[in-house]
């Protein structure tokens, strides 16, 4: 997921379950709440919010004012990664089935969202079968349609005009890449996918080639939402999406600001997920990460749509003083390097670096444990099947370098006295800058130069998502991080480590690893239905990973992230990546 999002990445849904089945919470483990914002009261108590509902209310009303420091990738469903902007997409999107508007770990399980259940499936895995609510509506009331379903799914196809999202389906609906998507499509309704099939508008059929066990998680994500086919205006739809969802846009001046309003098609009785409390959501971008957390203090706005967390400026008065406002939730995330085999094709070049790194130093750079997390030391999250937090492959958990391995592994590259790279990193994220800083120090104790360069977050997809882009700047180190799209180990690791998920654009297959092996033990994992014995498949996957040394994992993040006190309904949830459910949010007017 950078921020994912590709941060990324991510899921739909979300709302309240009815306050009267909820426990308004209070503090836990810290300051039992005190006062935020300015002297307002309300805050509900540090960590009142984690893995439970603070401030549950059913009243509508008010504008829900987001901040961040981080633009979109793409706010086009098909297009978007980051997570947060899957999390923000369920305001106007809506998919056939979504994840459960519950706190934590049940927030994992699919629900109903336009279908009408979580679909038919036949004995085979083969064939998944759904029918449409009556009642669902885009904003301008026309019904929504199966073939509308269609023509968005087929729109991921197109990724020479709206590259940059997940491709999951296409690899799953059509791995031999017959289809060219709807913009080359030649039949007259340009729905010529044959792997869906629409008989009617009520009815959607999605034949597998080949049985994949997480297929529904991929239906719950933005890229299988609806597109009108005379609404999509291409490269230009996220810009201003046609909504299917409780809120359309008004305005967006990218960069600047966004503001939602009510969809007055939406009927909340065909949603049983999303309340849609706020009469209004805008967000306010700003290129000043500590001047967004003084005005989240001050009270100006609500939360950080980006959710990465409070700044080291204004960390400490944040939990010295309102302490009652944050909550320090595990994210989900992994916060890494990554090494572009085309830059520093030699592993031992590349084992170098990882021997030379001080995580101590990484995990500080990115806040210490409670603001950064606990020090990673492989690429598969502690909460998915498969995943061994013992696995320590190049002795990072003790934190300090191992100077005398880094210097054998020059030596073995024919780089005795070090060499040259280039670290990139994004030009909006503090904690990303610093991070290379210390990486970067602790290389030049074994005589590699590796030189910072700043990139536009915004523009990610065409800059280290381009290999040629990476290639051409000598790209040798990129600082980024990834949560799963959904919570297995298919959903972490595939668009990171398969060979087969590489683009020339919109790619996070950075290191551009393509190992047959790999490859051939997710095409064994998909099939397998026993969750337990496909995440021991996904451990030998994570270890054929370490063994190539294209990462370098800095921690599983913990994040300490403000929470107004005007807000309501507030709580994580393991679906966006231990994000706030934004979907579920309400405000004290």
Request: with cysteine; aromatic share 8%.
């Amino acid at each position: 997921m950078t921020l994912m999002s590709s941060q990324r990445r991510r899921i739909a849904a979300g709302a309240l379950l009815a306050a009267a089945t909820m426990v308004v919470t209070t503090a836990c483990g810290g300051d039992s709440g005190g006062k935020g914002d300015s002297g307002k009261t309300g805050a509900s108590g540090f960590n009142a919010a984690v893995n439970k509902v603070a401030n549950a209310s059913d009243k509508k009303g008010g504008e829900l004012k987001f901040i961040g420091s981080q633009e979109a990738d793409s706010w086009d469903p098909q297009r978007g990664y980051y997570g947060f902007v899957w999390d923000f997409a369920r305001y106007y999107t809506r998919q056939l089935v979504t994840f459960k508007a519950e706190p934590g770990a049940a927030s994992t399980e699919l629900v109903s969202d336009l279908a009408t259940d979580t679909g038919k499936v036949s004995a085979d895995g083969l064939t998944y079968t759904f029918t449409l609510k009556d009642g669902v509506a885009w904003e301008d009331g026309k019904p929504i349609t199966s073939k509308d379903i269609k023509y968005g799914i087929e729109r991921i196809w197109a990724q020479d005009v709206i590259s940059g999202g997940p491709i999951y389906l296409q690899q799953v609906l059509d791995p031999k890449g017959e289809y060219k998507g709807p913009y080359k499509d030649t039949s007259a309704d340009k729905l010529g996918l044959k792997a869906i099939e629409t008989p009617d508008d009520k009815t959607i059929i999605f034949k597998l080639p080949v049985a994949n066990g997480d297929f529904l998680q991929m239906l719950a994500m933005p890229a299988a939402s609806p597109v009108r086919q005379d609404k999509d205006t291409k490269a230009k739809y996220g810009l201003k999406p046609f909504s299917s969802g409780p809120y359309k846009w008004e305005s967006y001046t990218p960069n600047k600001s966004i503001k939602l309003v009510r969809n007055d098609k939406w009927d909340s009785k065909t949603d049983t997920v999303r309340k849609a409390l706020p009469d209004k959501v805008s967000v306010t971008f700003t290129t000043n990460a500590d001047d967004m957390d003084n005005r989240l203090v001050e009270g100006e706005y609500d939360l950080d749509i980006n959710a990465t967390g409070v700044g080291a400026a204004a960390r400490q008065k944040v939990l010295q003083q309102h302490k009652g406002n944050v909550d320090n939730p595990q994210t989900g995330f992994i916060r890494y390097a990554v090494f572009p085999q085309t830059v520093i094709p030699n592993i031992e070049c590349r084992k170098a670096i990882i021997y030379a790194a001080d995580s101590k130093s990484l995990q500080t750079a990115r806040g210490g444990p409670q603001g950064g997390g606990d020090i990673a030391t492989n690429m598969l999250p502690p909460a998915l099947k498969g995943a061994d937090a013992k696995a320590d492959p190049y002795g990072k958990l003790g934190g300090a370098p191992d100077l005398a391995k880094a210097k054998e592994a020059l030596k073995n590259c024919g780089k005795p006295n070090g060499f040259k790279t280039t670290i990139a990193v994004r030009n909006n994220k503090k904690v990303e800058i610093a991070t290379a800083e210390s990486l970067q120090n602790s290389l030049k104790a074994v005589g590699i130069d590796a030189q910072i360069d700043l990139f536009d977050g915004a523009q990610t997809s065409g800059i280290i998502g381009s290999p040629k882009v990476v290639k051409d700047k000598g790209y040798g180190i990129i600082i980024m991080g990834w949560g799963a799209d959904f919570p297995t180990g298919q959903g972490f690791l595939q668009p990171l480590v398969d060979g087969r998920f590489i683009l020339q654009s919109g790619n996070n297959n950075f290191s551009q690893l393509n190992d047959k092996a790999i490859n051939g033990l997710f095409d064994q994992a998909l099939k397998e239905t026993d969750p337990t014995k496909a995440g021991e498949l996904y451990k030998q996957i994570n270890t054929k990973v370490s063994e190539a040394a294209v990462y370098l994992p800095f921690t599983h993040e913990k994040n300490i992230i403000w929470r107004s006190s005007r807000l309501t309904n507030v709580y994580t949830a393991d679906a966006y990546n231990g994000r706030y459910d934004y979907a579920s949010l309400g405000v004290v007017k």
